[in-house]
């Protein structure tokens, strides 16, 4: 018998808030362990959560962005549950009454286009860290994560192939960095994916038993991870047994799934409005605010770039592969570099180096106005575009402005016309044979010259000038 897949997916995205989402604590990543902690991210008696308001204008932003209907009144409540990382034993989350409601994705996939709809976008706290030291017994525990803003965006059970899912993912993950809701860096849990699977055999409409996978932080892993549990399930169906409704863990080092407790229903978590928090009003004036401050998505960037910049679709491509790239280009530009000339120093030199060395743009020491100057160089002849890339070399491990390095290491472009004419005429002298060879037709050898008075020049020598005089030379 064959058997349909119906999933439906949950995605946790970190809001990029610089304050957690009830206090001022920093949820900047990578501190020491339990340095951003304040009575109110740990529920001590007493304490009055405050809702951050940019967290409530992130998660609009990605409603209006998806069709979603920003609801006028939305609240949270306390979900109650036991779990060690959760000091408090409750975590506080919209449930009831969420921020949106609908929403939609449209995917073009390998088989025609769909649309994947969502049910909700609500906001809520994360929990805290349970770390694991290899070798050592003991669970140790870090609450800097408490409190950080989350918005889980949940879709309906539209998906049949992980296909739609990988393609799913990455779309949301390209609108979420470029929207500026959430920086979407992966490594450090800012998206996180549950799944809910089951199978139903063909031609019926009846849903089956669906299970869950938590916390998957790698689109990769989540396709095999779902493949797994859809063959898990038809191995059990197939073989007259029962799906059982429960919540999995997939070890990403072993590639497989384990049971991890049995799968919760909402009254499990004795769910009740929070009573420190008012509700969530919003306005059509807040809605419009919200919506007039949009960001360019990278579908239009991408446009924008080839209509006005005049560059080919791959290099807009490419040069919008997240914000910060594309925003490195346009300030090189506004700082007088040629369009294309500057696509392809970026594509060319400046990704190289970031790749080669995983150093974030930010810290890269070539501003745009630097490689403007270094192009402008090249441009004006000052230096020839083979001693602009050692001048680059310069530039990225100093921060030097090329004109800087230029002078000092005396990398002016040799131009003078009879100075090259008497290096060429000393190379093609001491040369006999080349010159038989080229005078016989083998006009290759043209090369051998030019490189010869390069070389003789320690690279400064015009090459076109260079080129030009040899010809006239031998003809």
Known sequence: MRYVPTIGLEIHSQLATKTKIFCGCSTEFGSEPNTHSCPVCLGMPGVLPVLNRQAIELAMRMGLLTGGNIQRMSYFARKNYFYPDLPKGYQISMFELPLIRGGHLDLRTSTGEKTIRFNRIHLEEDAGKLIHIEGDTKSYFDVNRCGVPLIEIVTEPDFETTEEITLFLN???????FSGVSLGNMEQGNIRVDANISIRPVGQKKLGTRTEIKNMNSFVNAAIAINAEIERQTDIVEQGGSIVQETLLF?????????MRSKEEAHDYRYFPEPDLVPVFVDDEWIGRVRSELPEMRDQMRRRFETVYQIPAYDAEILTTSPEIACYYEET??????????SNWIMGEVLRVLNETQLPLGEFKIKPPMLAGLLSMVEKGTISGSMAKTVFDEMRATGKDPKAIVGEQGLTQISDKDALEKIAREVISSSPDEVAKYKAGK?????????????ATGGKANPGEVNAIIREILS
Do not use: R, S, Y
């Not at 070890?251 to 049971?259: C, E, F, G, M, Y």
């Not at 530009?333 to 500057?342: E, H």
């Not at 006009?443 to 070389?455: C, D, H, P, S």
């Open 333 to 342: 530009i506004k700082a007088g570099a040629d369009p294309k000339k500057a």
């Open 171 to 177: 779309t949301l993950k390209e609108m979420l960095i």
């Open 251 to 259: 070890d990403a080092a072993h590639k497989t799934l384990a049971a």
């Open 443 to 455: 006009t290759q050898v043209l090369g051998f010259f030019v490189g010869q008075v390069m070389k």
